[in-house]
């Protein structure tokens, strides 16, 4: 496979500095390298660079950076469609704000190529706020709200060439949700697997069956993996830690079942604040993930020491 690694090192959607240094770290920890080894091809196209701002100011005060992520969003769709006209593009956070713009652009190619866009959401928050709701004002936790097409963000985020269909998006480790996002996301009929579906189900069964649909469908399938979706013991480097997440097994047996499933299209890695690492080992494990996402075996796993 021929892949396209794209950097968006956006922290104004976190409310929390450190997320800008996410790419440099996935970069530092062997991204490429990871990639390479198992017979992919590579282009790094760099660093994305955000449109011009222009002011504007939401009725919600709570609201912050507003056209900041504007911005990056119009930037980041327009990289990701093309990006993703002959490759599969790996997008490299910043926080979570940059999955407005890398859903706006695949979807809008999918749409182009006739095919339907499902989303897997691998996040401990589904983000799914909208710039009415979000009491916090970070915007890091509207995106998928936006990419959906939910109301409310006509006139302040770039307008949508495509919208996600809800009812395909699933949201897998979920375990933060505020009352707002619960209803929305009741109503909009996005398929959510909480953590306690996890422990009662197994990851492996909710997974495949998300797949199943997929591959029923002909479906391109886009990837979010949100650092927070892992549990914090395995993954520090991250400023919205919630405990009991994915453990390091569950994390790789579904990297593995994606890779198995053929239908992976684009994979977004985000939320990594290498501040709040220890000597780079959430970064490592990320990187570690993505090639078990691209084909590594657990024979072909290194051993390391520190």
Partial sequence: MHCTIVGAPIQAGSGRMGCEMGPSALRTAGLAGALTELGHTLTDLGTIVPADMRPVVHGNAAVKALPEIAAWTAAISETAYAASA??????LGGDHSISAGTLAGIARRAATAGRPLFVLWLDAHPDFHT????????????????????????????RLAAQVDPARICALGIRSVDLAER?????AGVTVHDMRSIDEHGIAQLLRA??????????????????DFLDPSIAPAVGTTVPGGATFREAHLAMEMLHDSGLVTSLDLVELNP????????????????????????????????
């Fill in 210 to 227: 998300f797949l199943e649909r997929v591959s029923a469908a002909n479906g391109m399938l886009h990837v979010s993996l949100d650092v």
């Fill in 275 to 306: 501040f709040l690492d220890e000597r780079g080992r959430t970064a490592t494990l990320l990187v570690d993930l993505t090639a078990s996402l691209m084909g590594r075996r657990i024979m072909d796993r290194p051993t390391r020491g520190f």
């Fill in 131 to 158: 710039l009415d709701t979000t009491t916090s004002g970070n915007l890091h936790g509207v995106p998928l709200a936006y990419a959906s097409g939910q109301p409310g963000f006509e006139g302040y985020f770039p």
């Fill in 183 to 187: 209803e929305a996301l009741r109503r």
């Fill in 86 to 91: 002959d490759a599969m593009p790996i997008f």
